[in-house]
């Protein structure tokens, strides 16, 4: 077991390397924000001295190597746009959109797994119908699209939530349901896929003639052999949900880690984005971890995979 | 009854002047569409960012109503005391909300921390004229310059006091988030993204200000602001979209205020680049097919006013008698003709835009093609986002037509014709040798009418040569709650300390 | 990482190396009625795709600014000129939502064949050859997933600067992966089969193996995923376009239409309106097909 948790570990280091290497590169590849970040009557040599100052006109090995050395060390420079610490900006940041995606990861397990079972267990009714077609729109329409319309209905017409914004307990409503729809869409499906799967197996129906009531026999026989894939799954929608996050937090103006991101690529504001990308890559690398290890609890056949 | 009697007269003591009543605190909430990228003065370029951290500083003085007018802040007076040479006289008994004395060794302090390499300032352009600072005595600066400036180089730029002893004590990271200026309020605490609060300073040498708390909330989404506004979550929205004018002229409790923008919009030759745009009777043919008037009032709403010259009205510099293009579509394909390019065959333009950055940039755009088409002239339009089209801008890669936006908040020609107009400038995509020596001319004549002739001459050649479209300044239109008392200003600055509420 | 989760879910296959045949699942899919819809959507989305010059009345281009924001014809101010109204240069929705359609088509088909290719082969190639082969893509797996997507993307588009094929490249590069996760877990299972034992002990070689033995027992497997890759490739692409991260601001898209309408959201409601519902159905669609293929090809596999 120990063996097989440094080998995940040093999977993961080595991911996260990666990640960074590749996003330097990305960035870097296209020359450098010091005209975008000068004011508009900036002259040619002033220019030029902004970039020396920030070292953007040294061979891109050595850049390289200086990121590498400072950034193993959690310094990864001063954003251009705020002079601030980037890391710092961005771990600030963190809070909100943890708030955020634990919300929507909320919505996804209440609202999901109880649909899912429900569903499954009254097959072909309208209740069945309806979850389904839910499932399906959530699992189709674009997650903005779907925070305009909500914006549209709930806040511009009915006026119940504000359209934008962090604030108290009203602003989080329509980010957490946006954000949450596609994940909680597709946890319904499978945890409806695999307590049909379930109930028809055979050992259930033994039980069943044998008497035992209806409701122990679903939901605890039933849902523990579910268990497996809707864990895992689970796992993997919260990382889909942190991603996510980027587009909610857009379109709801919400002060999060995505939103940094979006605007410090649209600024070619470099720390930044370098900062968002480490600390979104450890969160998702920590996560698949996590769900490997659950699996592996919940399974012993992968143990020693 | 008696008893009555005495209580009530009690009470009516109570109220005597000996125990006034207090009123209730005053809060504005100003709501931008950005929140303000770092709280050090001397590290953005952005307006948004100076609205904001002007409450907490302040310069030598502020842009007044109308060029070259000033209002005497930390400076009480300045004169020249020879061309080369600027001397304030700074106000006295003036501390940092630290409890910091003002002197001038904070002035030298602020322009040195500019041009210190270290620093990796952006606002290296603003102190481009100021050789050397002296600081002959605590209440007395000097800014020396290499060449005469006529525009006293400590006003013409935003040049914010930062405390000298505080910066070097704490480092540019923490005076970064916890500013300690001279201004009329202090910063009570500030969120990223979500708002930004200050209180009002009662040891401000101006006295204590008429707004208690001043709250930025920034909103970056328009429908939103105008939301924010009519529930009355924020008092004072900017950049409102016409569509919203209906809803805000006659609400409630909201009222609409504009103003004349010192902002124009043009559209740019690249002179530089191969095309038919580097024939003179190309561009003067493409000024004549355009109609101004009428994408001031189809697109625009009616809310512009139509220009004659890259020198507007408002601008130091103007001069009424330089004339400028009328549309005229006969004209224009004669030009065209006469060109070489009868009936617009052979001639293919692309108009590069930004998208958002101005108001309605790339709808305007699109109006200009249109007009062009009609004048038989082949137009495409090709909007991007900002940073790319800025980066390309810079690089000169924009071609053969661009459009682009200019506020000059000193409203001085100056500040215009060098940025665009002169072959060193990045931003210039016009290479004119006598524009460049009569704008070094004008740049440094001190003699205000002699100074005014040579910007009428440099306008006229303009004129000649057509490298811009030139076009409209915009009506800026911002929106407020009905109890605020306020206007608004063509530079943009939003200043809480001039505002009241009823 | 989660490939082990798969091999688990994946079942495990009999001697037989096909399920069913061809002609079985075509049948199956075709009394499926949900199946049935999805397939009709998207052949409507593709005639769009292919025919919209011949559809659309109106030019998607053709701006009007004399008649921008205009209602919807049920609306009051609308005409019958355009249907679905207009957008605030002033041109049809109606018209540009068909065209709209072609970007959509090109973006997932080109996506899926793109990285469906690559993913698959790099899958077969790392289940088959374990070694250092399956380290390398195993390792660059891992690095791509951990990595955001739509950041991922996003930096991409941003930094090389919006285009269709930028877009295409940069939705292609976060797909791969997902084939490379099932597609290598079967190798690997099939690898030891009788069958593949056989060939390799007649001296076939590697490239035979893989594409005569192993890619058609793969094939269904990848069909499925590829389905449900293109509705995200299609998603994505419109998120793209939604950040201004797109193709160019002049070619109608779907996603560029939702930005455009996003400030007239309650002033003008059909531009965010429309374009977003086409593209839900369009990927409701896509979806409803894959659920059918997934079925008709190997019913007992479970999502």
Same mark, same amino acid.
């Given at each position: 077991?120990?063996?097989y948790?440094?080998?995940r570990?040093?999977?993961a280091?080595?991911a996260l390397?990666g990640?960074?290497i590749v996003?330097?590169l990305?960035l870097h590849m296209?020359?450098d924000?010091?005209?975008?970040?000068m004011?508009?009557e900036?002259t040619k040599a002033e220019?030029?001295?902004?970039?020396?100052?920030?070292?953007f006109?040294?061979p891109?090995?050595v850049?390289?190597a200086?990121?590498?050395?400072a950034?193993?060390?959690?310094?990864l420079g001063?954003s251009?746009r705020?002079q601030?610490?980037?890391m710092?900006l961005?771990?600030q940041r963190?809070p909100?959109?943890a708030?955020?995606a634990?919300?929507?990861?909320?919505?996804v397990?209440?609202?999901?797994?109880?649909a899912?079972?429900?569903s499954a267990?009254?097959p072909?009714?309208w209740?069945?119908y309806? +979850?389904?077609?839910i499932a399906l729109i959530?699992?189709s329409?674009?997650?903005?699209?779907i925070?305009l319309m909500l914006?549209l209905f709930?806040?511009v017409r009915?006026?119940?939530?504000p +359209?934008?914004?962090?604030?108290?307990?009203h602003?989080l409503i329509?980010?957490a349901a946006?954000?949450?729809?596609?994940?909680t869409a597709?946890i319904?499906r499978?945890?409806r896929a695999?307590?049909?799967?379930?109930?028809?197996?055979?050992?259930?129906?033994t039980?069943?003639a044998?008497g035992?009531?209806?409701?122990r026999?679903?939901?605890?026989?039933?849902?523990?052999?579910?268990?497996?894939?809707?864990v895992?799954?689970?796992?993997v929608?919260?990382?889909?949900?942190?991603s996510?996050?980027?587009?909610?937090?857009?379109?709801f103006a919400?002060?999060?880690?995505g939103?940094l991101a979006?605007?410090?690529?649209?600024?070619?504001?470099?720390?930044v984005?370098?900062a968002?990308v480490l600390?979104a890559?450890?969160?998702?690398?920590?996560l698949n971890l996590?769900?490997?290890?659950?699996y592996a609890?919940?399974d012993?056949?992968i143990?020693y995979? | 009854?008696?008893?009555?009697f005495?209580?009530?007269?009690g009470?009516?003591?109570a109220l005597?002047?000996a125990?006034?009543?207090?009123?209730?605190?005053?809060?504005v909430t100003i709501?931008q569409?950005v929140?303000?990228?770092?709280?050090n003065p001397?590290a953005?370029t952005?307006?948004?960012?100076f609205?904001?951290v002007?409450?907490v500083?302040?310069?030598?003085a502020?842009f007044?109503n109308g060029p070259?007018?000033y209002?005497p802040r930390?400076?009480?007076s300045w004169k020249?005391i020879?061309?080369?040479?600027e001397e304030?006289k700074?106000?006295r008994?003036?501390?940092f909300?630290?409890?910091?004395?003002?002197?001038?060794?904070d002035?030298r302090?602020?322009?040195?921390w500019i041009?210190?390499?270290?620093?990796a300032?952006k606002?290296?352009?603003y102190?481009?004229?100021?050789?050397r600072?002296?600081?002959?005595?605590?209440y007395?600066?000097?800014?020396v310059?290499?060449?005469p400036t006529a525009?006293p180089?400590?006003l013409?730029?935003?040049l914010?006091?930062?405390?000298a002893?505080?910066f070097q004590a704490?480092?540019?990271?923490?005076?970064?988030e916890h500013p300690?200026?001279?201004?009329p309020?202090?910063?009570?605490?500030w969120?990223?993204?979500?708002?930004?609060?200050?209180?009002?300073?009662?040891k401000?040498?101006g006295?204590?200000?008429k707004?208690?708390?001043?709250?930025f909330k920034?909103?970056?989404?328009a429908g939103?602001?105008?939301a924010?506004?009519?529930?009355?979550?924020?008092d004072?929205i900017t950049?409102v979209?016409p569509?919203?004018?209906i809803q805000?002229?006659?609400?409630?409790?909201?009222?609409?205020e504009s103003?004349?923008s010192?902002?124009q919009?043009?559209?740019?030759?690249?002179?530089l680049?191969p095309?038919?745009q580097?024939?003179?009777?190309?561009?003067?043919a493409?000024n004549y097919a355009?109609?101004?008037p009428?994408?001031?009032?189809n697109?625009?709403?009616?809310?512009?006013?139509?220009?004659?010259?890259p020198i507007?009205?408002?601008y130091?510099?103007?001069?009424?008698a330089?004339?400028?293009?009328?549309?005229?579509?006969a004209?224009a394909?004669?030009?065209?003709?006469?060109?070489g390019?009868?009936?617009?065959?052979?001639?293919?333009?692309?108009?590069?835009?930004?998208i958002?950055?101005?108001?309605?940039?790339?709808?305007?755009?699109?109006?200009?093609?249109?007009q062009?088409q009609?004048?038989?002239?082949?137009?495409?339009?090709?909007?991007?986002?900002w940073?790319s089209?800025?980066?390309?801008?810079?690089?000169?890669a924009l071609t053969?037509m661009?459009e682009?936006g200019?506020n000059?908040?000193?409203?001085?020609?100056?500040g215009v014709?060098?940025?665009?107009f002169?072959s060193s400038?990045?931003?210039?995509?016009?290479?004119?040798?006598?524009i460049?020596k009569?704008?070094?001319q004008?740049r440094?004549e001190?003699?205000?009418a002699?100074r005014?002739?040579?910007?009428?001459?440099?306008?006229t050649?303009?004129?000649?040569?057509a490298?811009?479209i030139?076009?409209?300044q915009?009506e800026?239109?911002y929106a407020?709650?009905?109890r605020?008392?306020w206007?608004p200003r063509g530079d943009e600055?939003i200043r809480?300390?001039?505002m009241?509420?009823? | 990482?989660?490939t082990a989760a798969v091999?688990?879910?994946v079942p495990a296959l009999?001697?037989a190396?096909?399920?069913?045949?061809?002609t079985?699942?075509?049948?199956?899919?075709?009394?499926?009625?949900?199946?049935?819809i999805?397939a009709?959507?998207?052949?409507?989305v593709v005639v769009?795709?292919l025919?919209?010059?011949?559809?659309?009345?109106?030019d998607?281009?053709a701006?009007?600014?004399?008649a921008?924001?205009?209602?919807?014809?049920?609306v009051?101010?609308?005409?019958?000129?355009?249907p679905?109204?207009?957008?605030?240069l002033g041109r049809d929705?109606l018209?540009r939502?068909?065209?709209?359609?072609r970007?959509s088509?090109?973006?997932?088909i080109s996506?899926?064949?793109i990285?469906?290719?690559?993913g698959?082969t790099?899958?077969?190639?790392?289940?088959y050859?374990r070694?250092?082969v399956?380290?390398?893509?195993?390792?660059?797996t891992d690095?791509?997933l951990a990595?955001p997507?739509?950041l991922?993307?996003?930096?991409i588009?941003?930094?090389?600067?919006p285009?269709?094929?930028?877009?295409i490249?940069?939705?292609g590069?976060t797909?791969w992966?997902?084939y490379?996760?099932?597609?290598?877990a079967?190798?690997m299972?099939?690898?030891e089969?009788?069958f593949v034992?056989?060939?390799?002990?007649?001296?076939a070689?590697?490239?035979?193996?893989?594409a005569?033995h192993l890619?058609?027992?793969?094939?269904?497997?990848?069909?499925v995923?590829?389905?449900?890759e293109?509705?995200?490739?299609v998603v994505?692409e419109?998120?793209?376009?939604?950040?201004?991260?797109?193709v160019?601001p002049t070619?109608?898209?779907?996603?560029?239409?939702l930005a455009?309408?996003?400030?007239?959201l309650?002033?003008a409601w059909?531009?965010?309106?429309?374009?977003?519902?086409?593209?839900?159905?369009a990927?409701?669609?896509?979806?409803?097909?894959?659920?059918g293929l997934r079925?008709?090809?190997d019913?007992?596999?479970?999502?």
């Amino acid at each position: 077991m120990s063996a097989y948790l440094v080998r995940r570990a040093l999977g993961a280091l080595w991911a996260l390397i990666g990640v960074a290497i590749v996003v330097f590169l990305i960035l870097h590849m296209t020359g450098d924000p010091a005209s975008v970040m000068m004011p508009p009557e900036a002259t040619k040599a002033e220019i030029e001295a902004f970039r020396h100052e920030q070292g953007f006109d040294r061979p891109l090995i050595v850049q390289f190597a200086s990121f590498a050395v400072a950034a193993a060390q959690g310094d990864l420079g001063l954003s251009l746009r705020h002079q601030e610490p980037a890391m710092a900006l961005a771990l600030q940041r963190l809070p909100a959109t943890a708030l955020l995606a634990s919300s929507a990861f909320l919505i996804v397990v209440l609202v999901g797994v109880p649909a899912g079972i429900l569903s499954a267990l009254r097959p072909r009714t309208w209740v069945d119908y309806v +979850a389904r077609v839910i499932a399906l729109i959530g699992q189709s329409a674009p997650t903005y699209w779907i925070g305009l319309m909500l914006i549209l209905f709930f806040a511009v017409r009915l006026g119940w939530f504000p +359209a934008s914004g962090i604030g108290d307990w009203h602003n989080l409503i329509l980010p957490a349901a946006t954000l949450g729809f596609f994940s909680t869409a597709k946890i319904m499906r499978l945890t409806r896929a695999a307590m049909l799967e379930v109930l028809a197996a055979d050992y259930l129906r033994t039980a069943r003639a044998k008497g035992l009531t209806f409701p122990r026999v679903t939901l605890w026989h039933g849902l523990r052999n579910a268990l497996l894939p809707i864990v895992t799954q689970l796992g993997v929608e919260l990382g889909t949900l942190l991603s996510g996050a980027i587009i909610t937090e857009t379109v709801f103006a919400w002060p999060g880690v995505g939103r940094l991101a979006v605007q410090a690529v649209f600024e070619r504001d470099f720390p930044v984005v370098e900062a968002v990308v480490l600390i979104a890559a450890t969160t998702f690398v920590l996560l698949n971890l996590v769900v490997d290890l659950l699996y592996a609890v919940l399974d012993p056949r992968i143990r020693y995979a | 009854m008696k008893r009555a009697f005495v209580s009530f007269l009690g009470a009516l003591l109570a109220l005597s002047p000996a125990a006034p009543l207090r009123a209730a605190d005053t809060t504005v909430t100003i709501s931008q569409g950005v929140d303000a990228d770092t709280l050090n003065p001397l590290a953005t370029t952005i307006t948004p960012t100076f609205n904001v951290v002007q409450h907490v500083y302040e310069r030598l003085a502020d842009f007044g109503n109308g060029p070259g007018n000033y209002e005497p802040r930390l400076a009480v007076s300045w004169k020249r005391i020879n061309p080369t040479t600027e001397e304030y006289k700074l106000r006295r008994n003036v501390t940092f909300s630290n409890g910091d004395p003002f002197t001038s060794a904070d002035v030298r302090y602020t322009v040195d921390w500019i041009k210190n390499p270290a620093n990796a300032s952006k606002q290296t352009p603003y102190v481009r004229d100021i050789d050397r600072v002296e600081t002959p005595d605590p209440y007395t600066v000097r800014f020396v310059s290499k060449t005469p400036t006529a525009i006293p180089p400590g006003l013409q730029n935003p040049l914010f006091i930062v405390d000298a002893k505080y910066f070097q004590a704490r480092g540019n990271a923490y005076a970064g988030e916890h500013p300690v200026g001279t201004g009329p309020y202090v910063l009570r605490e500030w969120k990223r993204d979500d708002q930004t609060v200050f209180d009002a300073n009662p040891k401000w040498w101006g006295g204590k200000p008429k707004i208690d708390h001043v709250v930025f909330k920034p909103i970056p989404e328009a429908g939103a602001r105008v939301a924010a506004l009519r529930t009355g979550a924020t008092d004072l929205i900017t950049n409102v979209p016409p569509q919203y004018q209906i809803q805000l002229v006659g609400g409630t409790n909201t009222k609409l205020e504009s103003t004349r923008s010192l902002r124009q919009l043009f559209i740019a030759f690249n002179t530089l680049q191969p095309g038919p745009q580097q024939n003179k009777l190309v561009r003067q043919a493409i000024n004549y097919a355009v109609d101004v008037p009428a994408i001031v009032k189809n697109v625009l709403g009616g809310r512009g006013y139509e220009i004659t010259s890259p020198i507007p009205p408002n601008y130091f510099g103007y001069d009424a008698a330089v004339p400028g293009y009328k549309h005229d579509l006969a004209k224009a394909k004669a030009l065209l003709a006469k060109a070489g390019y009868a009936d617009g065959k052979g001639i293919s333009l692309v108009l590069n835009a930004p998208i958002g950055r101005y108001n309605r940039d790339r709808e305007i755009a699109e109006a200009i093609a249109g007009q062009l088409q009609a004048a038989g002239i082949q137009t495409t339009v090709r909007p991007q986002e900002w940073v790319s089209y800025s980066d390309q801008l810079n690089r000169r890669a924009l071609t053969p037509m661009y459009e682009l936006g200019w506020n000059q908040p000193s409203a001085d020609a100056d500040g215009v014709i060098t940025a665009l107009f002169t072959s060193s400038a990045p931003l210039s995509c016009y290479g004119n040798p006598e524009i460049d020596k009569l704008a070094d001319q004008a740049r440094g004549e001190l003699d205000v009418a002699k100074r005014k002739a040579l910007y009428k001459q440099i306008a006229t050649i303009l004129h000649d040569d057509a490298p811009w479209i030139v076009m409209f300044q915009y009506e800026d239109l911002y929106a407020t709650s009905k109890r605020l008392r306020w206007h608004p200003r063509g530079d943009e600055w939003i200043r809480a300390y001039e505002m009241s509420v009823t | 990482m989660a490939t082990a989760a798969v091999a688990a879910s994946v079942p495990a296959l009999d001697d037989a190396p096909f399920v069913g045949t061809r002609t079985a699942s075509l049948r199956r899919l075709a009394r499926d009625p949900a199946a049935l819809i999805g397939a009709v959507i998207v052949a409507i989305v593709v005639v769009c795709a292919l025919f919209a010059p011949l559809i659309a009345r109106a030019d998607p281009n053709a701006q009007d600014l004399a008649a921008t924001l205009q209602p919807p014809m049920w609306v009051a101010g609308g005409t019958h000129a355009h249907p679905l109204g207009t957008d605030n240069l002033g041109r049809d929705l109606l018209a540009r939502i068909i065209w709209g359609a072609r970007v959509s088509a090109i973006v997932g088909i080109s996506v899926v064949a793109i990285g469906g290719t690559i993913g698959v082969t790099a899958g077969l190639l790392a289940g088959y050859r374990r070694g250092w082969v399956d380290a390398i893509i195993a390792r660059i797996t891992d690095v791509q997933l951990a990595f955001p997507l739509v950041l991922l993307a996003v930096a991409i588009v941003a930094v090389v600067g919006p285009g269709l094929w930028t877009v295409i490249a940069a939705i292609g590069l976060t797909s791969w992966v997902q084939y490379v996760r099932v597609v290598r877990a079967e190798a690997m299972s099939l690898r030891e089969r009788e069958f593949v034992l056989a060939a390799e002990a007649s001296g076939a070689a590697p490239p035979r193996i893989l594409a005569r033995h192993l890619l058609p027992n793969v094939a269904s497997a990848a069909i499925v995923l590829g389905t449900f890759e293109i509705a995200r490739a299609v998603v994505l692409e419109s998120s793209l376009s939604f950040l201004g991260l797109g193709v160019p601001p002049t070619t109608p898209s779907w996603g560029g239409m939702l930005a455009d309408g996003r400030q007239y959201l309650d002033t003008a409601w059909w531009t965010a309106l429309f374009p977003g519902l086409a593209i839900m159905i369009a990927v409701m669609g896509v979806n409803l097909l894959g659920d059918g293929l997934r079925d008709a090809l190997d019913p007992s596999v479970q999502p």
